[in-house]
């Protein structure tokens, strides 16, 4: 029956006795594709049933789906038209891991970070309103997404305009338990019936001449409703809320989606899922299932015991600890990421001095100021991207204030198949124009330990930004060091001592190819480490020595560390040709790092003739 449906409308012709076998399908060629191609796999197999059921009721793409994050989509993309490409997910060329709005007429909001949903279909409702346009806005969000405030936000102008609007609760985070049966269920199929709609409506109209009257009838709905309905805070901020009712039931989900689309205003529907559904390991471990890369269904993840060169982020993991042992001042901050950021064992060893705020990154940094400013020291350990949603908060909280928070920022740089959406290329531009920051960029593992330490000793902002993934294997030391502020190191020097040299300035992470480079060309090789304070007596030294200066960087050209060099000479009269290497001005698709480093010129191949034509111009 899968092999049939290539657009919603072919769904629309099945029988509502299909669309259990049709679930089961699906779920099978998730099981199978997701496992061969690695991907988003938990949240994707947790929401079959809801996906059938939405594109079956709804009139898709007319009517607006908006999936909150993305990675759940996989289901919805198989049923518009995807599913021949579904092997190619995340992959150079593929299909992105997300929602896109430029790849099907049925991704109706391009998404990859949390809690946007509602804001953006509120959007949608509002515009066919306006436009005088008969169609559905929905909003799917999960409710780990429900804890950000910008959810809330949403919520509360939705029934404030009353606008025609259904938000769906996708609850994942529990099993389905008794209570979502027998009354529960029979009262949310009642409530969401056209008879109490029609009842409820005309009570109001009956009623409304006689006010006392109608707040006691409200009064007495709204008891009568939370004593069995976990809704009130919802009804409170104008929503009629339903449910909770089984998301694995689709039978129910039509039913009920069916009778709530013919309601008006903002509506919630309360939906029970299962993460990992119908695949054992991953309904047993959904974290450790999230994004995945291939794997055999039959043997799961086989987590490797061999040593390894360790990740930036467990690096940060291991130098948090070992900080926290030292300094009890010591808090630790993540925004719903302690797997990602590398908390774990920092969870488990120091609870006392452990806070996920949930999917709060603006509360997560002014959390840290308030400590900050009762002498505790806290470090805040966030993706770049995601530091992006509480700039204001680093400025205005942080920043201004001048207050010793340690911002470790993974994900720096581009980050492979989560793409556009989640690419850390823009902490350098928007942290350096800051006052009274300091922004580190460690060139290896031990650097980064030490910077780190270095970073947490000061008594005023400082980032360290690093990439994901594996460095080049240096060990971090035991250790630690201090290093000095805004202090660079020479790493190779050119044979060429007539002024006639190339100069490479490395910031972070690309110190690989950085040595390639500088070895096939003999360049002289500076590792700039501090992007602020930058190393202006270096920056001179380079100047007198040296007829082309080259800035290399995993970070947006535009305003980056390539730009502060700029700047310096420009401000100093220094008249010197430079080439500036970073990610050009415009949104890098997903594939692999290295595919993604190609694309912007900053393979060693692509540097070293970049850097050849220019020389030879110059010369």
Same mark, same amino acid.
């Given at each position: 029956?899968?092999?049939?449906?290539?657009?919603?409308?072919? *769904?629309?012709?099945?029988?509502?006795?299909?669309?259990?076998?049709?679930?089961?399908?699906?779920?099978?060629?998730?099981?199978?594709?997701?496992?061969?191609?690695?991907?988003?796999?938990?949240?994707?197999?947790?929401?079959?049933?809801?996906?059938?059921?939405?594109?079956?009721?709804?009139?898709?793409?007319?009517?607006? *789906?908006?999936?909150?994050? /993305?990675?759940? =989509?996989?289901?919805?993309?198989?049923?518009?038209?995807?599913?021949?490409?579904?092997?190619?997910?995340?992959?150079?060329?593929?299909?992105? /891991?997300?929602?896109?709005?430029?790849?099907?007429?049925?991704?109706? @909001?391009?998404?990859?970070?949390?809690?946007?949903?509602?804001? #953006?279909?509120?959007?949608?409702?509002? #515009?066919?309103?306006?436009?005088? !346009?008969? %169609? $559905?806005?929905?909003?799917?969000?999960?409710?780990?997404?429900?804890?950000?405030?910008?959810?809330?936000?949403?919520?509360?102008?939705?029934?404030? &305009?009353?606008?025609?609007?259904?938000?769906?609760?996708?609850?994942?985070?529990?099993?389905?338990?008794?209570?979502?049966?027998?009354?529960?269920?029979?009262?949310?199929?009642?409530?969401?019936?056209?008879?109490?709609?029609?009842?409820?409506?005309?009570?109001?109209?009956?009623?409304?001449?006689?006010?006392?009257?109608?707040?006691?009838?409200?009064?007495?709905?709204?008891?009568?409703?939370?004593?069995?309905?976990?809704?009130?805070?919802?009804?409170?901020?104008?929503?009629?809320?339903?449910?909770?009712?089984?998301?694995?039931?689709?039978?129910?989900?039509?039913?009920?989606?069916?009778?709530?689309?013919?309601?008006?205003?903002?509506?919630?529907?309360h939906v029970v899922t299962k993460k990992g559904k119908g695949y054992s390991p991953a309904e047993a471990d959904p974290c450790s299932y999230h994004g995945v890369p291939s794997f055999n269904l039959k043997?799961?993840?086989?987590?490797?015991?061999?040593?390894?060169?360790?990740?930036?982020?467990?690096?940060?993991?291991?130098?948090?600890?070992?900080?926290?042992?030292?300094?009890?001042?010591?808090?630790?901050?993540?925004?719903?990421?302690?797997?990602?950021?590398?908390?774990?064992?920092?969870?488990?060893?120091?609870?006392?001095?452990?806070?996920?705020?949930?999917?709060?990154?603006?509360?997560?940094?002014?959390?840290?100021?308030?400590?900050?400013?009762?002498?505790?020291?806290?470090?805040?350990?966030?993706?770049?991207?995601?530091?992006?949603?509480?700039?204001? $908060?680093?400025?205005?909280?942080?920043?201004?204030?001048?207050?010793?928070?340690?911002? +470790?920022?993974?994900?720096?740089?581009?980050?492979?198949?989560?793409?556009?959406?989640?690419?850390?290329?823009?902490?350098?531009?928007?942290?350096?124009?800051?006052?009274?920051?300091?922004?580190?960029?460690?060139?290896? !593992?031990?650097?980064?330990?030490?910077?780190?330490?270095? =970073?947490?000793?000061?008594?005023?902002?400082?980032?360290?930004?690093?990439?994901?993934?594996?460095?080049?294997?240096?060990?971090?030391?035991?250790?630690?060091? +201090?290093?000095?502020?805004?202090?660079?190191?020479?790493?190779?020097?050119?044979?060429?001592?007539?002024?006639?040299?190339? +100069?490479?300035?490395? @910031?972070?992470?690309?110190?690989?190819?950085? %040595? $390639? &480079?500088?070895?096939?060309?003999?360049?002289?090789?500076?590792?700039?480490? @501090? &992007?602020?304070?930058?190393?202006?007596?270096?920056?001179?030294?380079?100047?007198?020595?040296?007829?082309?200066?080259?800035?290399?960087?995993?970070?947006?050209?535009? /305003?980056?560390?390539?730009?502060? &060099?700029?700047?310096?000479?420009?401000?100093?009269?220094?008249?010197?040709?430079?080439?500036?290497?970073?990610?050009?001005?415009?949104?890098?698709?997903?594939?692999?790092?290295?595919? $993604?480093?190609?694309?912007?010129?900053?393979?060693?191949?692509?540097?070293?003739?970049?850097?050849?034509?220019?020389?030879?111009?110059?010369?």
């Amino acid at each position: 029956m899968l092999d049939s449906i290539h657009t919603p409308d072919d *769904l629309r012709k099945c029988s509502l006795q299909d669309l259990p076998d049709l679930s089961h399908q699906l779920r099978q060629f998730l099981l199978e594709s997701i496992s061969t191609s690695g991907g988003h796999f938990s949240a994707s197999l947790g929401v079959v049933e809801l996906t059938i059921a939405l594109h079956y009721v709804f009139n898709t793409p007319d009517d607006d *789906l908006v999936w909150d994050v /993305g990675h759940q =989509a996989y289901a919805h993309k198989v049923l518009t038209g995807r599913k021949d490409q579904l092997h190619t997910i995340r992959q150079k060329g593929g299909l992105s /891991g997300f929602p896109k709005r430029s790849e099907s007429e049925y991704d109706s @909001f391009g998404v990859g970070h949390s809690s946007t949903s509602i804001s #953006a279909a509120l959007g949608m409702a509002l #515009a066919a309103k306006q436009k005088n !346009e008969d %169609k $559905q806005a929905i909003a799917i969000i999960g409710d780990g997404a429900m804890t950000a405030g910008m959810a809330y936000e949403a919520l509360n102008h939705a029934g404030d &305009v009353e606008a025609d609007l259904l938000v769906i609760l996708n609850d994942n985070d529990m099993s389905i338990s008794p209570n979502v049966g027998g009354l529960r269920k029979y009262l949310t199929q009642l409530l969401s019936g056209r008879f109490y709609s029609t009842f409820r409506e005309s009570s109001k109209k009956m009623l409304s001449p006689l006010p006392s009257l109608a707040r006691l009838a409200k009064l007495t709905e709204e008891h009568m409703k939370g004593m069995v309905l976990p809704g009130t805070l919802f009804e409170e901020m104008g929503f009629k809320y339903y449910g909770p009712i089984d998301g694995h039931n689709v039978d129910e989900l039509v039913t009920i989606l069916k009778n709530i689309k013919e309601i008006k205003g903002p509506r919630i529907l309360h939906v029970v899922t299962k993460k990992g559904k119908g695949y054992s390991p991953a309904e047993a471990d959904p974290c450790s299932y999230h994004g995945v890369p291939s794997f055999n269904l039959k043997t799961g993840i086989i987590k490797s015991t061999s040593p390894s060169t360790p990740t930036y982020t467990q690096v940060f993991g291991q130098w948090l600890c070992d900080m926290a042992e030292q300094d009890e001042r010591l808090i630790g901050i993540t925004p719903a990421m302690r797997e990602g950021s590398g908390l774990v064992e920092f969870s488990e060893r120091f609870p006392d001095r452990y806070y996920d705020v949930a999917i709060a990154e603006q509360h997560a940094v002014t959390l840290a100021a308030g400590m900050a400013c009762n002498g505790l020291k806290p470090v805040v350990a966030i993706y770049s991207s995601f530091l992006q949603r509480a700039y204001d $908060q680093l400025l205005h909280d942080v920043a201004i204030q001048n207050l010793p928070v340690v911002f +470790a920022i993974d994900r720096a740089g581009l980050v492979g198949p989560d793409g556009a959406t989640h690419s850390g290329n823009y902490d350098i531009s928007f942290l350096r124009c800051l006052p009274n920051m300091t922004l580190m960029t460690p060139a290896d !593992e031990n650097e980064c330990r030490q910077m780190l330490y270095t =970073a947490f000793m000061q008594d005023t902002p400082v980032a360290v930004r690093y990439p994901r993934g594996k460095g080049i294997g240096i060990e971090p030391d035991s250790t630690m060091e +201090a290093i000095e502020i805004g202090k660079a190191i020479s790493l190779r020097q050119s044979s060429k001592q007539d002024k006639t040299g190339i +100069a490479i300035l490395l @910031f972070g992470s690309l110190l690989s190819t950085a %040595k $390639q &480079v500088a070895n096939e060309l003999d360049t002289t090789l500076i590792n700039m480490r @501090f &992007v602020k304070p930058i190393d202006t007596t270096m920056l001179q030294e380079v100047a007198k020595q040296h007829s082309l200066i080259v800035t290399l960087e995993d970070n947006a050209i535009m /305003g980056g560390a390539g730009s502060a &060099v700029n700047e310096y000479y420009h401000d100093i009269g220094i008249n010197i040709p430079i080439i500036n290497l970073g990610v050009p001005d415009e949104y890098i698709p997903h594939a692999e790092r290295e595919d $993604q480093l190609d694309a912007c010129g900053l393979s060693p191949e692509k540097i070293i003739q970049k850097i050849s034509l220019r020389y030879s111009v110059n010369r």
